[in-house]
């Protein structure tokens, strides 16, 4: 599985920005995907997951009724669209899938640079 972020990019405080991670390979191995983000200093955080079966995403309580996680199967992309960013949403995005189940792993994405200015 090979994953490929974009749609990062500067802007101001109460903008949105709309992230794409596009998903090739072994697509039907995939159990979940998610995004992830990692400000300067700081460990990397799950900002949102969705998975491939029924369920709602899961989205951090700092992105709750800002973020939304969607998935365009036929186009093998997932989104997350950010609105009403903030300063401190500014980190690198990373993409995420987990993939397998009885060994399963994490993929990566090279992440995206989102800045927020205020």
């Known amino acids: 599985v090979q994953l490929v972020e974009s749609g990062g990019g500067l802007v101001q405080a109460g903008g949105s920005l709309r992230l794409s991670c596009a998903v090739s390979?072994?697509?039907?191995?995939?159990?979940?995907m998610g995004w992830y983000q990692q400000a300067p200093g700081k460990q990397r955080e799950l900002v949102a997951r969705?998975?491939?079966?029924?369920?709602?995403?899961y989205y951090a309580d700092s992105v709750k009724g800002r973020f939304t996680i969607s998935r365009d199967n036929a186009k093998n992309t997932m989104y997350l669209q950010m609105n009403s960013l903030k300063p401190e949403d500014t980190a690198v995005y990373y993409c995420?899938?987990?993939?397998?189940?009885?060994?399963?792993?994490?993929?990566w994405g090279q992440g995206t640079q989102v800045t927020v200015s205020s």
């Open positions: 995420n899938a987990v993939v397998g189940v009885a060994a399963a792993y994490d993929c």
């Open positions: 390979g072994s697509t039907f191995s995939i159990n979940a």
């Open positions: 969705i998975s491939t079966g029924r369920g709602s995403p």
